[in-house]
């Protein structure tokens, strides 16, 4: 059994994850854009990952086709999900939270206790 790309088979039941260690749980996960990974996908440079991040539209973005798309930064980070209209404007629909502030320097995350 299989939903999308995600095969049933492949799949680790909670009682197995119990049983590993972390490290061994943390090799049965997936990229975080591996739902989206049949989206088409767009490169940014800085400047453009920074509008993405903040919530503003790219303008003049050469896509395949107007729909969705997964972007990613300059460092080939995940940003999120976008659309890309006719015309070539791209406007952000889900977006990753990230440790980056607007100006892209790294802001001090707090790591909860588990």
Not at 18 to 23: K, S, W
Not at 55 to 73: F, I, K, T
């Amino acid at each position: 059994m299989a939903i999308g790309t995600f095969d049933a088979d492949a799949a680790v039941s909670l009682d197995a994850l119990q049983e590993m260690t972390l490290r061994a749980r943390e090799t049965c996960l997936l990229p975080v854009d591996a739902l989206v990974s049949a989206l088409p996908r767009i490169d940014l440079d800085a400047a453009q990952a920074r509008r993405i991040r903040t919530g503003l539209a790219v303008h003049d973005v050469h896509a395949a086709a107007a729909g969705l798309v997964r972007v990613y930064g300059p460092a080939q980070e995940y940003i999120g999900v976008a659309m890309v209209q006719n015309g070539g404007t791209m406007i952000p629909r889900r977006l990753m939270a990230t440790g980056l502030s607007v100006a892209g320097s790294v802001t001090q995350a707090v790591k909860p206790d588990c």
